[in-house]
């Protein structure tokens, strides 16, 4: 699973290991994506939410099932990573193209506030579009 820590326009990134950054991720164990997910916000010292799902795809090179879960933060404050204001620079250190793709579009439903769920796998796939518009924290 993979949280998408927000706040104020930036995302938690933190280091790949492989020269870049990506979101934070974890895998899911026996206590589910809930506990998995709470887990991975405390090790990164990130005070946030567990929110709304924002992309379901199939990676199909590593063979993963991916779950990118919006999380709020209240601050920019976390132990592990830091929050990057999201534009086409920051994106461009993402070695993941999948979340290079799931982050611009993160922006563009950021300025209006409609935020869909992606479904697919990591080249394409569909948006399903919410009806409601939500606030941007």
């Known amino acids: 699973v993979t ?6 326009g930036a995302v938690l990134l933190v280091d790949d290991g492989r020269g870049g950054v990506s979101l934070p991720m974890v ?3 026996e206590l589910g994506m809930q ?3 709470t887990s991975l916000l405390a090790d990164h010292g990130c005070a946030a939410e567990i929110g709304a799902v924002f992309s379901v ?3 199909l090179q590593t063979k993963q099932q991916i ?6 933060a209240q601050s920019k404050t976390a132990t ?3 929050f990057v ?4 620079t920051a994106l461009a250190d993402l070695n993941d193209a999948a979340q290079q793709s799931m982050l611009d579009r993160f922006m563009r439903e950021t300025q209006d506030g409609n935020f869909g769920v992606y479904f697919g796998d990591h080249r394409k796939g ?5 009806a409601a518009k939500e606030a941007v924290t």
């Open 85 to 88: 204001p999201l534009t086409q």
């Open 35 to 37: 506990a998995a997910l």
């Open 27 to 29: 895998e899911v164990g």
């Open 3 to 8: 949280a998408l820590v927000e706040k104020d």
């Open 57 to 59: 795809y199939e990676d």
């Open 80 to 82: 592990r990573g830091a």
């Open 126 to 130: 569909r948006v399903s579009q919410s």
């Open 67 to 72: 779950l990118a879960v919006r999380c709020p």
